[in-house]
């Protein structure tokens, strides 16, 4: 992209969640070069109102900035796309998300004669619904691949049904960095890196806290950090019903075991050994050359996503990692991942060059004579009837796109009444899927 063509970008993005939030700011940011010799580039952030939408602390933990962020409804952020001329629009939710807006915003730009680039993809690794959570993506004229190995994944499914795969492109998780590991730190530190929904039982998250507790014991000399995503009562990408900070109230713990917050970059800079079950984590923690443990305690299965890893050479138990395992990555495996532990991902290129595709798809999409064709999802009520017509509707939306009867309006602030109402319908919708639902689910399994 010229730097002419950049000097005047304005750039949106949507995200449902704090991850969300980091992937697609930081993205957009990837995706426009030279951001710091554009000072006219202005990003604005829209957080979807919902069960996830982040907190201020979490923003703050998150630590990416925009020119200005506000909470919306779907229908308010397709009002607000009506009436605003931006060049990039990054859809950083969940797949049905993702398909509501781009019916939504069909309906919104029908006749316009300017549309924006519409981009979206995954915060990390896929390891589940891959062809569901794809083509509720198709449409986007930019459907970013974090790896070579998900490009390939992503245009088999996409050509597998006939829909057009020319939308995939080839990146890099855009928040890996930091500097390189360069040895042990003093003490030695062993960070596990929690998830919120895998494991999803209590057994099974009190034994991996459990053993983390235990490896703490076995090796007074380390000191052994819990990296937590959320304080209770906050919700990030996935639901999690058991958090470790209530699971670890009333064990004895020893005095080198601590749970920590923050930014997972800050913490990656005193960790000598990363544990996890499946996390993102463990690609930032490769890319920076650190030890990377993903546990086979619990099986190698497809439902907590350490299956991803299987050629890694990062698999490992509790057991190997007590007796003082030090795991050695397959660098073909890292490289097939986007990673760049090497010095290069799997492009050959530097990290910093991952972007330069997309950023040469966007400028041929910006100058195009006519501007762009109407968005075209895969997913239409002929080709979905049955599936369409519902995920649309949960964003109040009609099956043509256009808003609801009755949707919420977005030409006026919320007065006092509603903001309360508003906290109060979160917090009741909060408390139901974190107490009452755990318990209704236990009540069945007896």
């Known amino acids: 992209m010229p730097a002419s063509a950049t000097k005047s970008l304005r750039v949106a993005v949507l995200a449902d969640s704090d991850t969300r939030w980091k992937w697609g700011a930081l993205t957009a940011k990837r995706l426009i070069p030279n951001e710091t010799d554009s000072p006219d580039i202005a990003l604005d952030g829209y957080l979807l109102r919902g069960r996830a939408t982040p907190t201020a602390r979490q923003l703050q933990e998150v630590g990416v900035h925009a020119d200005s962020l506000r909470e919306v409804t779907a229908v308010e952020f397709l009002r607000e796309m009506e009436q605003q001329s931006y060049d990039l629009l990054v859809l950083s939710l969940v797949g049905g998300g993702v398909q509501a807006m781009l ?12 549309r924006p680039v519409v981009v979206t993809g995954y915060v990390g690794v896929v390891y589940e619904k891959l062809a569901d959570g794809l083509l509720l993506r198709h449409g986007a004229d930019l459907v970013l691949a974090n790896s ?25 998780l855009p928040f890996l960095g ?8 003093e003490p030695y530190t062993v960070v596990f890196a929690a998830q919120p929904s895998v494991p999803d039982s209590r057994k099974d998250r009190t034994y991996l806290l459990d053993r983390l507790i235990q490896h703490a014991r076995k090796h007074p000399e380390r000191e052994v950090l819990l990296k937590l995503r959320s304080k209770p009562g906050e919700h990030t990408t996935h639901i999690e019903e058991l958090p470790y900070q209530k699971l670890v109230q009333g064990k004895d713990v020893p005095a080198n075991f601590k749970l920590v917050y923050g930014h997972m970059g800050e913490v990656l800079d005193r960790t000598d050994l990363l544990v996890t079950m499946s996390s993102t984590a463990a690609l930032e923690s490769l890319h920076r050359r650190i ?13 907590l996503g350490n299956h991803h890893f299987v050629g890694s050479g990062c698999l490992a138990s509790w057991d190997q990692l007590d007796a003082g395992h030090r795991p050695a990555p397959d ?15 799997s492009g050959g290129g530097s990290y910093e060059g991952a972007f330069d595709a997309a950023r040469e798809r966007i400028a041929k999409l910006l100058g195009r004579p006519g501007g762009l064709p109407p968005l075209h999802p895969y997913y239409t009520p002929e080709t979905a009837p049955g599936y369409l017509p519902g995920i649309l509707a949960r964003h109040h939306l009609g099956p043509d796109g256009v808003p609801l009867p009755g949707a ?5 602030a919320p007065g006092p009444v509603r903001q309360i109402v508003r906290r109060a319908a979160r917090g009741a919708y909060r408390h139901g899927v974190q107490r009452v639902a755990p318990v209704i689910r236990r009540m069945g399994e007896l």
């Open 103 to 114: 019916h939504g915003l069909r309906s919104a730009w029908a006749g316009r004669e300017k």
């Open 148 to 172: 070579r190995q998900d490009a390939d994944r992503f245009r088999a499914v996409y050509d597998g049904v006939g829909a057009d795969s020319s939308s995939v492109t080839e990146v890099a």
């Open 178 to 185: 930091g500097e390189p590991y360069e040895g042990e730190h």
């Open 291 to 303: 030890p990377t443990v993903v546990l086979t305690d619990l099986g190698i299965r497809e439902a």
């Open 331 to 345: 660098t073909e495996w890292v490289a097939r991942q986007g990673v760049a532990a090497g010095g290069t991902p």
């Open 408 to 412: 919420p309006a977005a030409d006026k």
